[in-house]
Each structure stands twice: as C-alpha cells, then as structure tokens.
C-alpha cells in the first residue's frame, strides 16, 4: 500500500504545476484578445486611410492595403482648413482643460476641507448634475449665451464647461485621502484657508489636478454635440465638426478621405495621452495609497 500511494502522489503535484504554469498564459491570450477588441478598429481605421477611394471598397475587404497611398491625407487638406479647425479645437479644449483643473480643484477642496453650512445637501446636488443629460441642458444654455451675445463664438464653448461635477467629486476624494495634520499646522503657523490651499494641498493635489486635465482634454476634443448647437460660422468650428463636411452631399465622399481625416484628429488626443499616461497612473496610485 504505501509503494502505491508513493507511485500515485505525484499525480496532484505534476496537475497543480501544470495548471500554475497555464495560467499566466491564460492570462496574456484573454489581454491580447482584449487588446485586439480596442485596436482593431482603430487599426481598421489606419488602414483603410491608406487605400485609393476604389480599393475601399474591395470585398472581401484587406486589413493590409494592397497599394498603399498618402492621397487621402493630401485630400484632407484640400477640402477643408485644417490648421484652422485644428487651432480652434486646442485653444477650446487647453483653455477647458485648465479651467476645470482650477474649478475642480478649488471646490473639490471645499467640500474636503472646509465647513459650511449646507455642505453636504449642495455636494449631493453637484453629483446629481451628472445624471442630467447634456441634450437638456443645452436649451437653456443657448439661450443664456444668445442673451450674453456669446453664441457663435469659441468663448461660448469655453466658459460653460468650466464647472465639472465629475472633477469636483474626483478632487474631493483626493483631498480627503491627504492628512489633516498638513492643514492644521498650516494654520497653526497662521495661514488662512486660502494660503493652505494653495502652499499645503494643491502641489500634493497635482496628479490629481492632472487626471482632470487629461480627462476634460480627450473628452472636449472629440466633442461634436455642443459645437454643433452653438457655432454656425465655418472660422469658429472645431475639428469634429469640419471633418463632417468631408463627408460629401448625402455622403458621397471618399470614405478614404474621411478616415484620413479621423486620423489626422486622433494624434492630439493619443499624444496628451501618452505624455500624462505617467501623472495619470501616478495619480491613481497615490489615491489608493492614501485611502
């Protein structure tokens, strides 16, 4: 019995190791799955931005083209103004950026740090705006901005998007997670809570402070709807609206043309991306670590 018992145990240990060693495999083939999921249309985009008008059209359709072609870019430039729209969309979506970094910072601290009366029912009705839909909103934002003469201008885009209830909530949290000890020897040492604020919790408060800016920069820059209700004059588009005109009379234009046009937009975006991928990640982090 014992001689059985020794031939038979390895049995369970040589399956555990082969299951240990399957799954980090496992693991990589469901992220790579996942991965192909995410870049496949954007790689499908790539690709048929390379293509002549006709080959677009090729069924069945090639992910690699067969005669690669920059004229679609070239087509770009030529239906519309490019560098135009492309510098009304960076000073509305920089100028958004860094005002909802200064309002959600100032108001996250706010609602963290200092007491008032009513804190607590006004922070609830700051997190209630965010299950309001943008489409009732914007009513009655045109009309405030027609009585201000601010429609049809890229101040009208700007302004009303400084205030963020998702950035108030994000900064909040982030201060919450600091140590009071920091702003009580603040005013120990005499400081008043706008000197705290800004010697004591805002250079802590820059990774979050930056998680903000990347956030409202990718999202104002592909915005459509507000640009769409707002501006009516062709020099105060941004991008996303003049790449709708290369789409042609009832869509007749080249689809090739078009997606060139998506990808000459993408690079702004993937490019704040990449250079606040660090503070983004170090933000969170440091979030996590602090609660």
């Known amino acids: ?4 018992t020794l031939k038979t145990s390895p ?47 090729d069924l069945p359709p090639k992910i690699i083209p067969t005669h690669p072609t920059a004229e679609s870019y070239r087509g770009v430039f030529d239906q519309i103004d490019v560098w135009l729209l492309a510098l009304n969309s960076t000073l509305v979506t920089a100028l958004i950026a860094v005002g909802q970094m200064v309002t959600a910072g100032l108001a996250g601290y706010a609602f963290a740090r200092l007491d008032f009366r009513f804190k607590k029912s006004l922070f609830a ?15 009655p934002v045109f ?6 003469s601010l429609t049809d201008t890229l101040l009208g885009l700007i302004i009303p998007a400084f205030p963020t209830a998702f950035g108030t909530f994000l900064m909040r949290q982030y201060f919450l997670g600091m140590p009071k000890d920091l702003g009580e020897a603040a005013m120990l040492d005499g400081a008043g809570p706008w000197r705290t604020f800004r010697a004591v919790y805002a250079p802590l408060a820059t990774p979050g402070l930056a998680i903000v800016g990347v956030l409202a920069f990718n999202y104002h ?14 020099q105060n588009y941004t991008l996303p609206l003049g790449l709708v005109s290369l789409q042609g009379n009832l869509g007749t234009g080249s689809i090739s043309v078009v997606l060139a046009g998506v990808v000459l937009s993408m690079i702004p975006a993937v490019a704040v991306f990449l250079v606040g991928q660090r503070p983004l990640r170090e933000g969170i982090t440091s979030a996590g670590v602090n609660r």
């Not at 820059?221 to 062709?234: A, D, H, K, V, Y």
């Open 11 to 57: 049995a369970p240990l040589s399956i555990g190791r082969a299951r240990h060693s399957l799954a980090p495999w496992a693991r990589i083939a469901g992220l790579a799955a996942c991965a192909l999921l995410t870049l496949g249309p954007v790689i499908w985009t790539v690709s048929t931005s390379l293509r002549t008008p006709a080959e677009s059209f």
């Open 221 to 234: 820059w592909n915005e459509f709807f507000r640009p769409l209700i707002l501006e009516t004059s062709g």
């Open 125 to 139: 009705l700051v997190l209630a705006t965010m299950m309001v839909p943008l489409q009732v909103t914007i009513v």
């Open 1 to 4: 019995m014992s001689q059985a």
């Open 143 to 148: 009309l405030v901005l027609k009585s201000l």
